[in-house]
């Protein structure tokens, strides 16, 4: 055998290892599933479309109804499916109707406040490594913030920053801003003291300033504290961003979409909203990670 076709053996295995796990988690879920939408929805099917426990059906017949009731309990995953794919293709992208509509005004309020959130949490990172006073006066306060409920938050913030006349993007990117400047802030803290005290002895010897070496050192030694953080800050902005759509209202946006689908008992749409938001969530995620890639490759060329 050529060492191409060995080659080639050899990554359809590797392959197949990776694939074939995922394929069965996925499938126990998906039959999972099923079988709950069976369970959940059986006594709203016999009752309301089978005429009863008493009337002639099969149980064909009440498998095939719970899995294509208009507002079921628990979709089935065909059903989700089906929605998104309606609400995506069937719409303009603009319409109120499409789910694209609603994500991109969710990434939205989610990526300005994860780039807000990301700026607090560097600056006070560099402040409390610089400062140990700040970091006594600060750093309890940071982590005592972290123990307010953003449900119960994100209206105070919303109603404060409609009356100074902010609505929009900006109140819920606050919210999200709120969610995603901790976990950068405290993994930046570590980060930027990660070099060594002979590293630190070297730039001193060059005469180099606090600028300079924050730069030339400490910036560099924190980047593989930093996008770990990153990657949990975008996903907690993500839960932020939702959750400051709730109780405003919004008309717009993946929490105004749950809000007006819970509304109407519509649990198709609700569910299609929620597996979005995974979807966003993942998508945020692995841009994240591709930054990473591509930042630390970047490094390990320059070094």
Known sequence: MSSTSSSSVFNIRAVWHHVLPVGVVLAVLLGGWYL??????????????????????????????????????LPAPHQI?????????????????????????????????????????????????????????????????????????????????????????????????????????????????????????????YAANRMQTLWMLRFPASLPFLFPALRVAISAGLVGAIVAELPTGAQAGLGARLLTSSYYGNTVQIWSALLMSAVLGVALTAAVSTLERLALRQRQSIR
């Open 36 to 73: 709950g939408a069976v369970a959940l929805n059986a006594p709203g099917a016999i009752e309301r479309v089978l005429g009863g426990p008493t009337a002639p059906w099969r149980w064909q017949d009440l498998i095939s109804t719970t899995w294509s009731m208009q507002r079921p309990v």
């Open 81 to 205: 499916a089906a929605d998104m794919w309606h609400s995506i293709w069937d719409w303009p992208a603009d319409s109120p109707r499409s789910l694209l509509m609603h994500t991109a005004t969710t990434a939205e309020a989610t990526l300005l406040g994860f780039g807000m959130g990301t700026l607090l949490g560097l600056l006070l990172a560099i402040g409390i490594v610089h400062a140990p006073t700040l970091e006594k006066a600060v750093m309890p306060w940071i982590v005592a913030s972290q123990t307010v409920p953003v449900l119960a938050i994100a209206p105070i913030v919303l109603v404060v920053l409609g009356s100074l006349g902010l609505t929009g993007t900006l109140p819920k990117a606050v919210i999200s801003m709120y969610l995603c400047f901790f976990p950068v802030t405290v993994a930046m803290v570590q980060g930027l003291r990660a070099p060594q005290s002979i590293e630190k002895e070297l730039l001193y010897t």
